[in-house]
T-cell receptor
Framework: AQSVTQPDIHITVSEGASLELRCNYS??????LFWYVQSPGQGLQLLLK??????LVQGIKGFEAEFKRSQSSFNLRKPSVHWSDAAEYFC?????????????FGTGTRLKVLA | NAGVTQTPKFQVLKTGQSMTLQCAQD?????MSWYRQDPGMGLRLIHY???????DQGEVPNGYNVSRSTTEDFPLRLLSAAPSQTSVYFC????????????FGPGTRLTVT
């Protein structure tokens, strides 16, 4: 069955530190992969997406993610976190298998940034 | 462009009441969907539509109805509200049901007492 796992429910980092949020997926075909960010009281906003090609993708706000097929992972990274990055982050997988299209969200990772 | 708009932003209902959550988009997107967001459960798909006149059930459709009479609007109806429907509801739209990002509305926080 298709699934998306974000193993870390909460992560706390200091401002200026590097960040990596983990995302693992289970999918029957080559997936389309997304990372979204949700600020408090807001809807979700796309950070970046991977469809094909270069496995390292750049997004907005200085974020990047790397697709690793062998590990079924699509981890989100940022070299230096800013206080404004405090939010909830969702990994999502989309695609069609056996004629059925699915778009699945992970349960989210809440990021706290210490000043 | 306003993007995806949702009304109301907040709503309190009593058990058994019905109501409609409104969603509209001005991007001429064919695909629209409704999600509910509950703590620790991510976003779960309630209903979706691939175009005007076409709707289908998602993962958690019970207790909800939808219709899509125009490309722009995709209202979600709660038939008889229950406390289990207390949640934050998001409407989203996309160019297609395929490999495209979804654009989200700001959400409706619903409390059923």
């Amino acid at each position: 069955a298709q699934s998306v796992t974000q193993p870390d429910i909460h992560i706390t980092v200091s401002e200026g530190a590097s960040l990596e949020l983990r995302c693992n997926y289970s999918y029957g075909a080559t997936p389309y992969l997304f990372w979204y960010v949700q600020s408090p009281g807001q809807g979700l906003q796309l950070l970046l997406k991977y469809f094909s090609g270069d496995t390292l993708v750049q997004g907005i706000k200085g974020f990047e993610a790397e697709f690793k097929r062998s590990q079924s992972s699509f981890n989100l990274r940022k070299p230096s976190v800013h206080w404004s990055d405090a939010a909830e982050y969702f990994c999502a997988v989309g695609g069609a298998t056996s004629g059925t299209y699915k778009y699945i969200f992970g349960t989210g990772t809440r990021l706290k940034v210490l000043a | 462009n306003a993007g995806v708009t949702q009304t109301p932003k907040f709503q309190v209902l009593k058990t058994g009441q019905s109501m409609t959550l409104q969603c509209a988009q001005d991007m001429n997107h064919e695909y629209m969907s409704w999600y509910r967001q509950d703590p620790g459960m991510g976003l779960r798909l309630i209903h979706y539509s691939v175009g005007a006149g076409i709707t289908d059930q998602g993962e958690v459709p019970n207790g909800y109805n939808v219709s899509r009479s125009t490309t722009e609007d995709f209202p979600l109806r709660l038939l008889s509200a229950a406390p289990s429907q207390t949640s934050v509801y998001f409407c989203a739209s996309s160019y297609s049901r395929g490999a495209h990002e979804q654009y989200f509305g700001p959400g409706t926080r619903l409390t059923v007492t």
